[in-house]
């Protein structure tokens, strides 16, 4: 073949390898390719810890009784559990793990702006996680993954606590990193050719996440800062003994986590808009409501906070206010539930691994959604908050949403990423398992929250005892799912059968460089052949045109 | 659009319909009514839960038809067709659930006004801490919930924070509550403190709480509502119990190791009990302040002495 | 797909590798886009002090007494004359910014040591009024607050100072700075400034109002 793309320089050494060598993924890489995989990895370890620790939650709560831990090492266990995920699991596989490796790759760039700062917001989340990790032989923090003060302040676990505001210090600062990042990525580094609304959804999705972890974060940052001067000095902005208000650091908390939870789905939203049309063979449906229903979620989803903290004690203008605009992002969200279903409808469903966990997505993030909005409305939460009901609700968007999402991108992009196919047998058992251990754990902690059990507890009336049970079922299947799953990826990485560049015939770019892409991400430049979602049989002659024509001459 | 399929969509609408109200009536999820509130509670949520059970099979119906219907066949190599959009099926699909949230944002502001009914809105001075609130008009309370609303956002705007006042009427029964870990101490009038929460039913209660340590939570599952309880601040609740009996009364946040123990009873006697209970309480009280924390239930308590010690302060 | 003919393009694929993970070169593939993400960060480094202002005036707003009874008044002289060098000082530094501009290295590297000197100055008034403050760091809500607010400031203060101090080391090696390449410059001028900006709404909510 001929190059004539651009001058070859002479100057190069010849032994310059062409793909990444292994030893770079444990190295302070600068390759968005590598610092996602590094992200996924790191974070995907980090959910086998939260969900043995959520295993040790539920054997606990098999029983009435507090008798497998003592109750105080039991808040610790739950506290742990949902710092680890939400912050070492979720968070840095969507933003970190996702982004990283997808943006560049999908609006035609080599790299991202900032590779140095790249790296540095991943090797930030490591110190994060093995010092919380390391709490736990100095009694780890057990006052919730939320800390409310006074208790926070008060904590038996002094050191544990303190370890903890630091962890998050460390993973907040990381996550702030990587928004500007995606920012000036997503703005300024686009292919020329490439305008904001031929992006892939996913790249909306990272920009309007990047928006809010920008806004958001620093704010934690703050209540941390006074959380931990409260803590370790003896100030008192929270405690009221002396002064302060507790119910300041909720809202500072809150105006973060809300949030926070948009940057764990918002991400995965932007995953199910690409996995949907290579595999249902069809464009997405609305391209243009799904992006902008991404920046609506967005834009309401700083107003939105203090929902959490209705019986707070908060004056009624504010609950009334926060209210409405709770409600109000069930209509964005809406949009894209409609959307996809309305994309699939029609389409040649290849039901493989990639769209039965984007299509499990659709139907249980429904149904946590739909929870959502019972909660939104003020005098629902009022008997619901601090319930099983909440339980419920976020761990069907959180691990029914999130999660799956997660799956669907990983089952979609394993091809791309290791240039080896997973097993398609056992990634059909992996989803049945988890979907069939998703309901059975969380679905019955909708009746337990209505009926009276509060969370956060290690002894519960015994009337909660067999509905307990069958939670607790469930969570061994969960368990038990992630087997399959973990023996697949590893074993094809290494054993799986070789992919091809583009197994899914998708159209987005990054299918068009080699599977792993080469370290420089393509060779020349990348083209621009046709639209994101051109599928569809009306443009099956006019894209083949196209993509032939986009090739170099052989 | 073909006549056949309009009249086929407009049936399986119905039945829809027709499942969701029945779904909503008679869903057995929440645990008795004890209570006026409890009753205005349920028929939003039993609302609620029907709009959201209709969304729920309608895209579900979607997704399984659509798993069934067009899964690929074999040797079947082609796309489907190449629809991108259509721009008045997303009108719709945007402008219903706006309407419908709108409508479950009015009946729900509706149904909290109900359950705080006679909340006014006057004004407030806790514990010294924050400043007092200009009077509001006590005249609002005949008027449309949302005269109300335009008037408690005028009223409380120069604070941020709880909206809570300590006095309640002349027929209302006013308690004091004051929690701590792990216990629920309930002061009468008369010196009255007891473990348990007695309530005549029928008649408007007032809890007026308080926390010692740590932020705690009042909870009464079968009266369905809720109120953080706070230390340097009080806040109140009121309701009107209605039916006869003994509910838990549960601590609904996380205040420390044995959060989850601390739960008491709340008994809702008959006015006749009711009186009886209060004078033998009065005659615990006059002979020993301390003897409540022989009649808590100890099975919570894990350090006697300094609980003991600060009942005793509580209760002076 | 393009992957498939890999084999054939080595040079032209290894050149590109090394501009990859060389910084000079990489940064020579696209525009250089580190002012632009230095405002994005700006951003959320204003998030930052607008929560902990947020805080400030809740705590305020929920308080009987404001500050409370007992805490002493503050001074208003220091605190005054350390404003307008600090706002001055911006001025200052905005003269260099321009001086690059126009290729004059020297100019710019006076005004950036003006520049610093103002901002040591405006440091050295802060622990001096430290020193002298009648409350501690836990003595009430309002004095934690106020050493909080004015601490995490004076923080960023020093931060300006360490940048603008890079920026003078660099100066020194002929040829570093230009009309054409000043990225030091403009960005130790931007920071200033958002510092500045923090520090006039500081003044006004801890001091004036
Ligand atoms: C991925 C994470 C995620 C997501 C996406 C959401 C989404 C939503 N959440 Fe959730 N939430 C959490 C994670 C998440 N949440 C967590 C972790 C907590 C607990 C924190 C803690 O206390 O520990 C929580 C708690 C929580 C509360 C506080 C409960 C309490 O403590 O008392 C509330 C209350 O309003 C709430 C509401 C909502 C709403 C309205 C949405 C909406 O965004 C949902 C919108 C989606 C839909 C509505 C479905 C699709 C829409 C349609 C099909 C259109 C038609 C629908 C209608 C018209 C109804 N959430
Ligand atoms: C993304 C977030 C996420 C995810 C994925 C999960 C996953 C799970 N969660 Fe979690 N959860 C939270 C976020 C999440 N959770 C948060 C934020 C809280 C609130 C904390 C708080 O109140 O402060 C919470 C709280 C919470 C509670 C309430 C505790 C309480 O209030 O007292 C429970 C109880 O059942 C629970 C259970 C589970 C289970 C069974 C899983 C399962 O899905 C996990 C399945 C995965 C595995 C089991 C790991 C894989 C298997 C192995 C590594 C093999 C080894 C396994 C064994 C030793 C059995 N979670
Ligand atoms: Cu008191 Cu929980
Ligand atoms: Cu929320």
């Known amino acids: ?554 | 659009m073909k006549k056949n399929n309009l009249i086929s969509i407009v049936v399986v609408l119905a039945m829809i319909a027709a499942a969701s109200v029945w779904y909503g009536r008679n869903n057995g999820l929440l645990p008795i009514a004890a209570g006026d509130e409890a009753t205005l509670y349920d028929g939003l949520f039993n609302t609620i839960l029907a709009i959201a059970f209709a969304f729920f099979i309608i895209i579900e119906g979607f997704l399984i038809y659509s798993l069934i219907k067009f899964r690929k066949r074999k040797g079947d190599e082609a796309d489907g067709p190449a629809i991108h959009e259509n721009l008045s099926l997303e009108i719709v699909w945007t402008a219903i659930p706006t309407v419908i949230v709108m409508w479950v944002a009015i009946y729900s502001f509706d149904v909290y006004t109900a359950m705080q009914g006679s909340q006014n809105l006057d004004g407030m001075a806790h514990g010294g801490m924050h400043h007092a609130v200009a009077a509001a008009d006590h005249n609002s309370h005949q008027q449309m919930p949302m005269a109300k609303a335009t008037l408690a956002s005028a009223n409380s705007d120069g604070v941020l924070m709880a909206g809570t006042i300590p006095t309640g009427g002349e027929d209302v029964v006013a308690i004091n509550v004051s929690a701590m870990q792990f216990a629920w101490i309930f002061n009468y009038p008369n010196e009255i403190a007891t473990a348990e929460l007695h309530v005549p039913v029928g008649k408007k209660v007032r809890l007026n709480m308080s926390a010692i340590d740590v932020i705690h939570a009042f909870w009464v599952p079968q009266l369905r509502i809720k109120q953080d309880v706070l230390p340097g601040r009080e806040t109140f609740l009121e309701f009107t119990p209605r039916v006869v009996g003994e509910y838990p009364v549960v601590c609904a946040e996380l205040c420390g190791s044995y959060h989850g123990g601390m739960r008491t009873t709340m008994i809702i006697d008959t006015p006749e009990d009711y009186e009886a209970w209060l004078r033998e309480q009065q005659e615990v009280a006059s002979k020993d302040t301390e003897a409540i924390v022989a009649a808590r239930p100890t099975s919570q308590m894990t350090e006697q002495e300094y609980l003991a010690g600060k009942v005793a302060t509580m209760v002076k | ?209």
């Open chain 3, 1 to 209: 797909m393009q992957g498939s003919i890999a084999t054939s393009t080595t040079n032209l694929e290894t050149a590109s590798h090394e501009a990859l993970h060389d910084a000079h070169t990489a940064h020579a593939e696209h525009p250089d886009l580190r002012v632009f993400g230095l405002i994005v960060f700006l951003i959320s480094e204003g998030m930052l002090f607008f929560g902990l202002f947020a805080a400030y005036l809740t705590f305020r707003s929920v308080a009987t007494a404001w500050p409370p009874e007992g805490t002493p008044e503050l001074e208003l002289l220091l605190p005054g004359i350390n404003t307008i060098i600090l706002v001055s000082s911006s001025f200052v530094i905005h003269q260099a910014d321009s001086a690059i501009k126009e290729n004059k290295v020297r100019a710019a590297q006076l005004w950036f040591l003006a520049t610093f000197v103002m901002g040591a100055v405006f440091i050295a008034g802060q622990i001096y009024e430290y020193q002298h403050l009648e409350f501690g760091l836990t003595t009430n809500l309002f004095a934690s607050t106020f050493y909080v607010l004015t601490g995490f400031h004076g923080l960023h203060v020093i931060i300006g100072l360490t940048l603008i101090a890079a920026v003078l080391v660099r100066s020194l090696k002929a040829g570093h700075y230009s009309n054409t390449s000043h990225f030091g410059i403009e960005a130790a001028s931007v920071y200033w400034h958002f510092v500045d900006i923090v520090w006039i709404i500081l003044f006004l909510l801890l001091y004036i109002l």
């Open chain 1, 1 to 554: 073949m001929t190059q004539t793309l651009t001058a070859p320089q002479s100057s190069s050494p010849a032994s310059e390898p062409s793909k990444t060598p292994w030893w770079e993924f444990f190295t302070f890489s600068v390759d968005h390719k590598v610092i996602g995989i590094q992200y996924l990895v790191t974070s995907f370890t980090f959910y086998l810890i939260g969900g043995a620790l959520a295993s040790a939650v539920r054997v606990e709560l098999a029983t009435p009784d507090p008798d497998l831990v003592d109750p105080a090492f039991y808040n610790s266990l739950f506290t742990m559990h949902g710092t680890v995920m939400i912050f070492l699991w979720i968070v840095p596989a969507v933003t970190g793990g996702f982004g990283n490796y997808l943006v560049p790759l999908m609006i035609g760039a080599r790299d991202m702006a900032f590779p140095r700062l790249n790296a540095i917001a991943f090797w930030l989340t490591i110190p994060a996680g093995l010092l919380l990790m390391s709490s736990f032989f100095v009694g780890p923090a057990s006052t919730g993954w939320t800390a409310y003060p006074p208790l926070s302040i008060l904590t038996d676990e002094h050191v544990g606590q303190a370890i903890w505001i630091l962890s998050i210090l460390l993973v907040g600062t990381s996550s702030i990193l990587a928004a500007v990042n995606f920012i000036v990525t997503i703005w300024s580094m686009r292919m020329p050719e490439m305008d904001l609304f031929s992006m892939p959804l996913f790249c909306w999705a990272m920009m309007a996440t990047s928006v809010l972890a920008l806004l958001a974060t620093p704010v934690l940052a703050g209540a941390m800062v006074l959380l931990g001067f409260d803590l370790l000095i003896g100030t008192n902005f929270f405690n009221p003994t002396g002064g302060g208000d507790p119910v300041v650091y909720q809202h500072l908390f809150w105006f973060y986590s809300h949030p926070a939870v948009y940057v764990m789905i918002l991400p995965v939203f932007g995953i199910i808009s690409e996995v949907l049309p290579p595999h249902s063979r069809k464009p997405i449906f609305g391209y243009k409501a799904i992006a902008y229903s991404s920046m609506m979620i967005c834009a309401l989803g700083l107003f939105v906070w203090a929902h959490h903290m209705f019986t707070s004690g908060t004056p009624d203008w504010l609950r009334v206010f926060f209210m409405v605009a709770t409600l109000l992002v069930a209509v964005p969200t809406g949009i894209k539930v409609f959307s996809w279903v309305a994309t699939l409808w029609g389409g040649k469903l290849r039901l493989e691994s990639p769209l039965l966990f984007a299509m499990g997505f659709i139907s249980t993030f429904l149904i946590g959604g739909l929870s959502g909005v019972m909660l939104g409305s003020a005098p629902i939460d009022i008997h619901v908050h601090d319930t099983y009901f909440v339980v419920a609700h976020f761990h069907y968007v959180l691990f029914g949403g999130s999660v799956f999402g997660i799956y669907a991108g990983l089952y979609h992009w394993f091809p791309k990423m290791t240039g080896r196919m997973l097993n398609e047998f056992w990634g059909k058992v992996h989803f049945v398992l988890t979907f069939i251990g998703m309901h059975l754990t969380f679905g019955p902690m909708h009746i337990l929250g209505l009926q009276g059990m509060p969370r956060r507890v290690a002894q519960y009336d015994p009337q909660f005892a067999p509905i307990n049970v069958i939670c607790t079922i469930g969570a061994f299947v969960l368990a038990i799912s992630t087997i399959p799953f973990l023996i697949n990826a590893i074993y094809s990485w290494f054993k799986g059968d070789q992919a091809p560049d583009n197994p899914w015939d998708a159209l987005t770019l990054e299918w068009t460089t080699a599977s792993p892409p080469i370290p420089h991400n393509w060779v020349g430049d990348p083209v621009l052949a046709t639209g994101p979602y051109d599928y569809g049989e009306d443009y099956r002659l006019a894209r083949q045109q196209a993509i032939a024509d986009s090739q170099p001459a052989v």
